[in-house]
C-alpha cells in the first residue's frame, strides 16, 4: 500500500521534479550565504555581542529578584514591573554609593600605601628569610631583587592605568540600560526566539532554559553570599590580628573567591606575606584563620548555602573560567560560570542519553 507522499512523487512530471530541485538549490545556497554574512557580522561585532550576552545574562539572574520585589502587595495591588525594576534600580545605585563614598576610600588608601612601601619593606623580609637554613639553598637574593622589580612594575601599572579603566564607564553603562530593556521587553524577545521552533520542540526548550534561569540564579546568590561572608570575616580577623592593609585585603578574599581554589590560594599567599612583614605570629594568625575558614565553609557553609544549585564538578568550574578568561578577560571569568551552567542544563536534556 503506497503512501500520500509516494503517490504524489509517482504522478510527478520530470519538469515538476526539476523545479522542485532547483528550489531546494537556491535554498541551501541562500542559507550558505546567510550563514557566512552572520558569521562576518559577529566577528566585526565581538564587543557588541558580548555586550548584549553579559546584559541578558544579568537581566535572567536579577528577574527572581524583580518578581519577589512584584509579590510585595501594597494594599490590594500587586506593583507592575517597572515599578520592580526602579525600586531594584535604586537599592543597586544606593549600594554603590555607600561602597564608593565608605568602603572604596579605605581600599584604596590602603592599595597606594601597599604599593609605596612594599620596595622599602622587601629588605627586611629578606633579612628574616636568611635566617631560616634553606635560604641559600632557594636564593632568597635573587627572588628577592625579582620581587623588588615586579613590586615597582606593578605599582606603577595599577595607578597609571586607572584612566584606561575609566573609559570603560560608558561600556558599562550601556551594559546597563541594555540589561534594564531586557527585564522590560525580555519577554516579548523570548517569545519570537521560541517561536521559532515547532511546538512539541518549543515546550521543550522553553522548560530546559527555565531550568537553566533557576541554576544560573541560586549560583549567583549563593556565590555572592559566600564571597560576603569570607569578606567580612577576612576583614574582621585581620583587624583583629592588626594586620597591615587588612581592609584591603579583606576586600581581596571576599572578590576572588568567586574564582575556585585559585582565588583563595593568591590571596592568602598575599596575605600571609604581608602578615611576615610585620611578624611570623600574624602570618601563622593568618593561616590558622583560613584553614578553620575553609574547612567550616566546606562543611557547613558551601551545603546550606549552595544545597539547591548548580552542583558543577570542579573541573567544570576550572575550565569555564580559564576559556571565559581567554575569550573576554575578565568579563568572560564573570559570566563564565553561570555559562558553564545554562550549557550543562543543554546539554543533560539534548546530548546525554539517559
Partial sequence: MTTPNE?????????????VREQATRANIVFFFTVILLLFLAWHLTKELEMLYVSALFAVVLMPIVDKIRHLHFGRRQLPRAAAIVILIVGVLAALTLFFTIGLPPVMRDLHEFMTELPKRIPTAVGKLKKLPIANQIGVDTIA??????????GSY?????PNWLSHVFDILTCAFLCIYFMLEGEHAYAFF???????????????LKKAEVKMSKWLIGQGLLMLTLGVCSLTVF???HVRYFILL????????IIPIA?????????AGVAAL??????????IFYGIYVNLENAVLTPRIMRSSVNLMGLTVLVSLLIGTALAGIVGALVAVPTAALITVLLDEYAVRK
Avoid: Q
Fill in 250 to 257: 579583606g576586600a581581596l578574599m571576599g572578590l576572588l573567591n
Fill in 263 to 271: 582565588g583563595g590560594v593568591i590571596t592568602i599567599i598575599l596575605a
Fill in 278 to 287: 610585620d611578624s611570623w605570629t600574624k602570618m601563622a594568625g593568618v593561616l
Fill in 7 to 19: 503517490a504524489e512523487n509517482a504522478t510527478r512530471s520530470p519538469e515538476t521534479d526539476l523545479k
Fill in 194 to 208: 521560541l517561536s521559532l521552533f515547532g511546538r512539541e520542540s518549543r515546550i521543550r526548550l522553553d522548560l530546559t
Fill in 145 to 154: 631583587a625579582k620581587a623588588e622589580n615586579a613590586a615597582a612594575a606593578v
Fill in 158 to 162: 595599577v595607578f597609571s592605568s586607572l
Fill in 239 to 241: 583587624g583583629l590580628l
